[in-house]
């Protein structure tokens, strides 16, 4: 009975709460009646990272306009295929690194001469350190595809957390949506602070408008006004070392052609 009681008091506070506001705004606003009423069934459907602020009163600040953006999932399970084939091909060249390495080994234990000996010596120190190279190559498409695959995988679950699919989602197109909510926070001792509410939904269509599946907005970021700089400019500095650098060469001034003598004849009439 009890149980019946407080469900319907919270189903009566978020409607309340809820009316008449902005698809993000009541969004936050239902999360944050979900905090004051410790649910954490509620928060945890709601975010993909649940945070639980103890909290007096709380006020939207800004409300930033939606970003629309393709549905990325199809681009992030490209880039992994790549780095794959890039993986395969990377393999190859450190395998023939060694083999070649492993030739002037063995060329070196087979020759009696003193200054062979000497000259092998100088090309195995250098195919060693070719060798190294390609090595960590590998290693570092290794790395980027364990990164790219965490990275299919969280779209796949974001996608799955809005729209309810979660099986065969590459036959879909579609749109994501972002939002950013900027809110002040009295916590429980007093202290105010902003807090960055990240928000997004996903619309899958299946098709040329054939079949389209809505989403719900749900919260993918929760951090405090500080955290959420740090993270936006950790993601701006790994982006920029993920582009090519261009070489700027500067462009040589055009020599300048001497002055042409006039004939002779010319400079009589003048």
């Known amino acids: 009975m ?11 506070l978020i409607i309340v709460t809820t009316s008449c506001s902005q698809p993000g705004e009541a969004t936050v606003k239902k999360y944050f009646v979900a905090m004051k009423m410790d649910d954490k069934d509620t928060m945890g459907s709601m975010a993909i990272e649940p945070k639980d602020l103890e909290y007096k009163e ?26 794959i084939k890039e993986r395969t091909e990377q393999g190859n060249n450190a395998q023939d690194a060694q083999d070649n390495l ?17 000259q092998l010596r100088k090309q195995i120190e250098a195919a060693d350190a070719a060798f190294e190279e390609e090595k960590q190559k590998y290693r570092d498409l290794v790395q980027k595809i364990v990164a790219s695959q ?21 036959m879909f197109t579609g749109k994501t949506y972002y939002q950013k909510v900027d809110v002040k926070v009295t916590l429980a001792n ?11 939904k996903s619309e899958l269509m299946l098709g040329e408008g054939k079949k389209t599946i809505g989403g719900r907005l749900i919260i993918i970021q929760i951090d405090s006004a500080d ?10 500095a790994e982006a920029a070392e993920q582009q ?21 004849e010319e400079k009589k009439d003048q």
């Open 102 to 118: 492993d030739d002037l080994d063995d060329e070196l234990e087979e020759t009696r001469r003193a200054s062979k000996k000497a």
């Open 190 to 200: 007093d202290e105010v602070k902003d807090y960055v509410f990240c928000l997004r």
């Open 150 to 170: 965490k990275a299919v995988e969280r779209e796949k679950s974001l996608i799955g957390m809005s729209t309810g699919r979660k099986q065969d989602l590459d």
């Open 227 to 236: 955290d959420y700089k740090k993270s936006v400019e950790k993601k701006e």
């Open 58 to 83: 709380y006020e939207i600040v800004t409300l930033s306009e939606p970003e629309e953006k393709e549905l990325e999932l199809a681009g992030l399970e490209e880039k992994l295929k790549a780095l």
């Open 244 to 264: 090519p650098t261009e070489e700027v060469t500067e462009e040589k001034p055009a020599e300048e052609k001497p002055a042409e003598e006039k004939p002779a």
């Open 2 to 12: 009890k149980k019946s009681i407080f469900l319907l008091a919270l189903f009566c």
